[in-house]
């Protein structure tokens, strides 16, 4: 924070916190390609039950204006983190920009040189926050001996840091990096973090204590990432398994990245970075994937205000708004590390602008913005505002499991395809996936792809029959073999072309509308016959058709006119599995059982299907 008048930031109401109906980026601020849906983020994997997965639950800026830290200090420091402490510690650790000094014996001040009570450390950690970054405009508030002051803070609540170093230290060579290692149960992941800063406000650094990001410090001449700090990158990611990094950089009070920023970002995925953690312009940015030759970046160019008082913005900047940002990591079966993609809770600043809480139901137009930033604009990423139990963990990856078969829980991919019908980006009702693709007959496993070319994981349910392939870009990194078109073809013989001129392929107006509510291409496939009438197992008559991956029925006697009490997909899956229409691939294979089945269902060792995949809508 630099230019803003300190009396107005502290007069702030609950009146002040009004916002747009709408979205709509201030005068000079235009949109761009970060405002598309970031399907690329989704990097769950095949959810392998070897696999092991981490939480990074990280926060933008903590530097508290006065009035926080009067509330503090009447309520009690662990007051402030109340309402997010949960959140916070269902995390493997948690991440914060510490923006400011912690001198004991100087007053305790506010903008524009900050200064906290110690105290403020020790509720950090017990809130969760064991990792912060000390690179920043306003680590030098209180000089040098404020700096060393807090850096000793900082190691006395167990807090570790990188971006400083103590002036007795600052002649000697500097860690490049902070190695930091998660555990849970047997696994590790060994992450190696570096923080930088644009610069120090001008306030002089005289033993060369803070990391500076840029070639220069002045904040109107950003641009241009030093060599030492890629070098410290580069020597990170030869060291250990996943490198992060703080850039505290970047123009206030901007909803978009400024393009040394995206510059910047760049070089330093090209250096090494798996996961960027931007701060800096206390309003949110928005999140990337930077590919650089097959290397996956996770970049989110600002984490917007943790724990700070500039609600008198919010109206034009949502300088009350933020997130936890869980960054997930996974430790696969076979040793590799990667990170897996993100998660965020939508937070606002509550009780007079003093402290972070979930954001309230009632405020749509700052969850529409959140929404936005986030490139998640059916909220699929959302993690629930209901407070987690004590233990529970909040993860990237969450499986999704099922009453009915308490022994199969779907992780990876497949329940991401699940939980939003195919689409990657809208979450759906439990009653509406079972609907379409069935339970689950067994956990996903390997097996051959249906056209028998190669080797892949797969997820059999009722009603599809689920591959994924690595290859493909999400959301059609799990697609449905083509059991419509196989189940055709055992009945009729020769299978009619795909109907690609929709609407006017459906054969009842009922299987349009339930093709286009509950999946579309992507999950059912095109029209491969008309309306067809057919004799069910019970000998009644039945309107069918069929689609490439599927088929529909309209059901007997419905009443309703909701849409799943009149169409329902037939069970395909469980068919394809008992009957053993999958080639093997010159393998034996046990495959996935039916609930209840007693025997193995062995594959034959010849290609004898025509449930192939499709080419991808």
């Known amino acids: 924070m630099r230019r803003w008048n300190v009396l107005a930031l502290l007069a702030v109401s609950t009146a002040l916190f009004a916002v747009p109906g709408a979205f709509a980026a201030p005068a000079g601020q235009s949109a761009g390609p970060l405002d598309a849906p970031l399907l690329a983020a989704n990097m769950c994997g095949t959810g392998d039950a070897g696999d092991v997965h981490f939480t990074l ?44 000094a912690m001198l004991e014996g100087s007053p305790t001040s506010g903008y524009p040189l900050f200064n906290y009570s110690p105290r403020l450390a020790e509720s950090l950690a017990r809130a969760g926050i064991k990792l912060v970054s000390t690179a ?15 850096l000793a803070v900082l190691a006395r609540n167990g807090i570790v840091h990188h971006g400083t170093v103590p002036s007795a230290e600052a002649g000697a060579p500097r860690p490049p990096y902070l190695p930091l290692t998660l555990t849970r149960g047997d696994a590790t992941v060994r992450i190696g973090f570096i923080s930088a800063t644009w610069g120090t406000n001008g306030i002089p650094d005289p033993f060369g204590q803070v990391n500076l990001l840029w070639h220069s410090d002045s904040y109107g001449g950003q641009g241009g990432v030093r060599q030492s700090v890629l070098d410290a990158v580069a020597q990170a990611d030869r060291e250990t398994d996943l490198v992060v990094v703080a850039a505290h950089w970047g123009e206030e009070y901007q909803f978009y990245p400024q393009p040394y ?76 590390v990667r990170v897996t993609g993100y998660r965020y809770l939508p937070t606002l600043h509550v009780d007079n602008d003093t402290r972070p809480a979930p954001l309230p139901a009632d405020q749509t137009a700052v969850l529409a913005h959140v929404r936005r930033i986030m490139r998640d604009t059916d909220g699929a990423r959302q993690v629930s505002a209901s407070v987690p139990a004590p233990g529970e963990r909040i993860e990237v990856c969450p499986a999704v499991n099922f009453t009915e078969t308490p022994g199969v829980a779907l992780g990876g991919d497949f329940a991401q395809h699940y939980a939003t019908l195919g689409s990657g980006t809208t979450p759906r009702e439990p009653r509406e996936t079972i609907a379409v ?9 390997r097996a051959a792809s249906a056209d028998c070319a190669r080797e892949t994981t797969v997820l059999i349910t009722e009603r599809q029959r689920l591959e994924w392939d690595p290859q493909a870009a999400w959301p059609y990194r799990v697609l449905g073999a083509q059991l419509g078109v196989e189940s055709f073809r055992r009945r009729y013989g020769e299978v009619p072309q795909p109907r690609t001129d929709l609407p006017g392929a459906f054969g009842d107006e009922r299987f349009r509308a339930f093709f286009e509510r509950f999946g579309g291409v992507p999950v059912f496939g095109y029209p491969i016959s008309p309306a067809l009438s057919e004799t069910d197992s019970e000998g009644q008559t039945v309107v069918v058709q069929y689609f490439e991956r599927a088929r529909l029925e309209l059901r007997h006697g ?50 004898r299907c025509s449930a192939t995949r499709s080419v991808r809508p």
């Open 558 to 607: 419905a009443t309703s006119s909701e849409l799943l009490d009149q169409v329902r997909v037939a069970a395909l899956g469980r068919q394809a599995l008992e009957e053993g229409w999958i080639c093997a691939a010159g393998v034996v294979q046990e495959q996935p059982q039916p609930a209840g089945a007693q025997e193995r269902v062995a594959v034959e060792r010849r290609c």
């Open 136 to 150: 920043n405009n306003h680590i030098l508030d209180r000089g040098p001996a404020g700096l060393d002051a807090t």
């Open 437 to 445: 693709f069935g339970l689950p007959l067994g956990a996903p496993a």
């Open 57 to 100: 639950a990280a926060t933008g800026d903590t530097f508290p204006h006065e009035n926080i830290q009067a509330a503090a200090e009447a309520n009690g420091y662990d007051y402030l983190f109340d309402y997010l402490r949960p959140f916070l510690q269902a995390a493997d650790t948690g991440y914060t920009n510490f923006d400011g």
């Open 261 to 336: 920023q995206e510059e910047g970002a760049r070089r330093l995925a090209e250096a090494g970075a798996d996961v960027i953690l931007g701060a800096q312009p206390h309003t949110l940015q928005p999140v990337d994937i930077i590919d650089t030759g097959g290397r996956q970046t996770l970049v989110i160019y600002s984490l917007a205000n943790f724990l700070a008082s500039q609600g008198a913005f919010q109206g034009q900047y949502y300088t009350a708004t933020s997130v936890v940002f869980f960054v997930g990591l996974v430790r696969e079966a076979g040793g590799a």
